[in-house]
């Protein structure tokens, strides 16, 4: 039964891309969002290919609601903001993530591991590189009748090299260029449509802004991080003309960070996130006498397709802010909330929380995390765990994940004593 609905959901990513009419919902004017036969809103949630781009892979921002692109400097910087990677204390360093998927439906092999580090080339440049493969165990294949038709192993990909250089003092830049590759179901046919595998190559672009300041007698210092990130090819896991945006997004965050006294320190952050990819267009729309009638933004050029789905990469990108039918209010439900909380102790000892939301209108997560984070010595232990905080199933719901850092560093030096 597990096993089925995994399928179930691999086989409706890959149907993004072949029904032309996904959607057969009704816009309604007055409430300002799509509504059923009661005239209560429903979600028009965002779809992209290789969803799996967005997920967060770093224990440390996992207990901080998410929230990553202004925090201090890690080798997991390379996921939410590489120009972060400017600022390391260190030479080197290396991180590896381990984060187990829907272990509330009872699966054991499916998970997302998250590898990265950093090589520092000088005071004002650092090389950075990453590889996230994605697991979604093994699935026993079946066709229409429910007869066996072979199994696989559906996984992805990414991997990614980043460049950050200082600006200036306070100032950085990073640019990560990456390539990504996705197999659900290769091989197995819908309808008589074959389903491929797919592959990308996209793009980040960021930007850090850190200041020391003074705060109430504490010195303090506060960041500011801008991201875009996963610009991209479109993909298709067909041989439909019509293809598949990336999860291309905007991020901008902030963090300030406090030391209370020579021992204490606490960070407050809070990121904003918004996919830049079209928002979908009901094909249906209610007239003023609340008859439902064809929705003439859907589909102008009569060839079955949607038209945000046709859209070229740089029109949906700089289209994605004004292209929802509800107009700004529906743009701003769009916007996704990261805020954490972190409390170190020495640099050894950090307990973390946070909280994610999101509009109900836009995929409706909403949880709550915790963690707590180790260093001795070379290593480094971060573990989190979260916690639903509406009925909302997430994949994460009640897992615990985990990070370990290697300060390769002080190993060397430990040696060199």
Known sequence: ??????????????????????????????????????????????????????????????????????????????????????????????????????????????????????????????????????????????????????????????????????????????????????????????????????????????????????????????????ALTNIGSKVTYTQNVVRDFLPMNMGIGSALSMNLDDYNSITFALDINKLVIPTPVPPFILDENGVQIDNPRYDEDGNGFADYREKSLFSGLLGSFSDAEGGFSEEMKELNYSFGIEYCYDNQFAVRTGYYYEHFEKGDRKFLTVGVGLKYNVFGLNLSYLVPTNNRRNPLDNTLRFTLNFDLDAYRNRNAE
């Open 1 to 226: 039964m597990k096993s089925n609905i995994l399928y179930a959901c691999l086989l409706w990513c890959c149907m993004i891309a072949i029904s032309p009419n996904a959607n057969a919902q009704a816009f309604d004017p007055v409430a300002g969002c799509i509504t059923d036969s009661n005239g209560n809103c429903l979600p028009n949630t965002i779809l992209s290919a290789m969803p799996f781009l967005r997920i967060v892979p770093d224990a440390r921002a996992g207990a901080m609601g998410d929230a990553g692109l202004a925090t201090s400097v890690d080798p997991n910087a390379l996921h939410f903001n590489a120009s972060k990677l400017a600022f390391v204390e260190n030479n080197i360093g290396l991180s590896a993530t381990y984060t187990p998927w829907l272990r509330d439906l009872g699966l054991q092999d499916v998970y997302l591991t998250y590898l990265t580090g950093y090589k520092q080339i000088d005071e004002l440049q650092t090389l950075g590189f990453g590889l996230r493969f994605f697991s979604l165990g093994e699935i026993n294949f079946t066709n229409a009748q429910g007869d066996p038709v072979g199994s696989g192993r559906p996984r992805e990909m990414e991997f990614s090299v980043a460049y950050a250089r200082k600006l200036g003092e306070n100032f950085s830049a990073g640019l990560t260029a990456k390539y990504v590759y996705s197999n659900l179901a290769s091989g197995q046919n819908v309808d008589g449509i074959e389903i491929n595998s797919a592959n990308a190559f996209a793009a980040d672009f960021s930007l850090m802004w850190k200041k020391p300041m003074n705060l109430g007698g504490y010195e303090s210092n506060f960041g500011l991080g801008f």
